[in-house]
């Protein structure tokens, strides 16, 4: 299969990437940074070329499996990073943290069974690659919040105990991972609103319900209220920094919950056992 040809050299690719971060964020060396950015950059140019080919061959966007899926958003998390390196506040040290997350993703995908296998007659709609597509976009970014988060409090604690040596002096400021943070909430939340709405239109048009409180519908649903909250307190209330980060770090608790226990693990209409 020519995907999981392409996908194993995009795996290698971030591997090498992952390596040229670590050396960055020892030696603070540019050059080291331009040469991980690079592969990275080179990586994810093969992981969409895998995605691609998955397409042609299953004739629907390929997030219908759990090989599909986790490689759709280890592809996004990558496409997010990139996305922010333009946009967003100057963060050199992210891919640091978030390549060894893309690597274990890619490596879950590739342990997963990827077999094409045809769905249901009633799981057949329009809606279904919509929402999944969408849902898995928002998940990218939370992830990315979720880091930003953790090196938020990492670099806190290194400036409440004055230990501003290596680990402080390789972190960026806490004014630049708060901005990230609240951008992949912001990015991240509507996402993930427009991910449940269609849901909503496909369990309809499946099931005849467009809410059962199916194991999974319930957990993303909890993490739509995590998410909100914290976008509400942010907005409203004008919560910044260590209470953001920790209420990203626990909605990436939930979030894990969601994707990997519930998808896998508990019964229910959306347990990709049931598909692949």
Do not use: C
């Amino acid at each position: 299969m020519p995907e999981i040809f392409f996908l194993k050299l995009a795996l290698i690719l971030y591997g090498i990437a992952t390596v040229g971060f670590l050396i960055y964020f020892y030696t603070l060396k540019p050059e080291a940074l331009r040469g991980a950015r690079w592969v990275f950059l080179a990586g994810f140019g093969l992981h969409t070329l895998s995605l691609a080919l998955r397409t042609l061959a299953l004739k629907a966007p390929p997030v219908i499996s759990f090989h599909g899926a986790t490689s759709f958003l280890a592809w996004a998390v990558v496409g997010v990073y990139f996305f922010f390196t333009l946009k967003g506040p100057k963060v050199y040290t992210l891919g640091t943290f978030l390549a060894p997350v893309v690597l274990l993703l890619v490596g879950v995908a590739l342990l997963s069974p990827y077999g094409p296998t045809p769905l249901p007659p009633a799981l057949r709609s329009i809606w279904l690659p919509f929402h999944a597509t969408i849902s898995l976009l928002s998940y990218a970014f939370f992830l990315v919040a979720a880091v930003a988060g953790f090196m938020y409090l990492l670099q806190e604690r290194q400036v409440k105990r004055k230990m501003l040596g290596g680990i402080f002096r390789r972190l960026p400021p806490l004014e630049s991972l708060d901005r990230l943070n609240e951008m992949s909430l912001k990015y991240g939340f509507p996402l993930l609103t427009v991910g449940i709405i269609t849901g909503a239109l496909w369990a309809e048009k499946a099931w005849g319900s467009y809410w059962s409180w199916d194991p999974k519908e319930t957990w993303s649903l909890i993490l739509w209220f995590i998410y909100a909250a914290l976008l509400h307190e942010r907005l409203i209330v004008g919560w910044r920094g260590r209470r953001a980060a920790i209420m990203a770090l626990l909605g990436f608790v939930v979030w894990i919950i969601s994707f990997f226990v519930v998808n896998l693990l508990l019964p229910g209409l959306h347990n990709y056992g049931r598909w692949t």
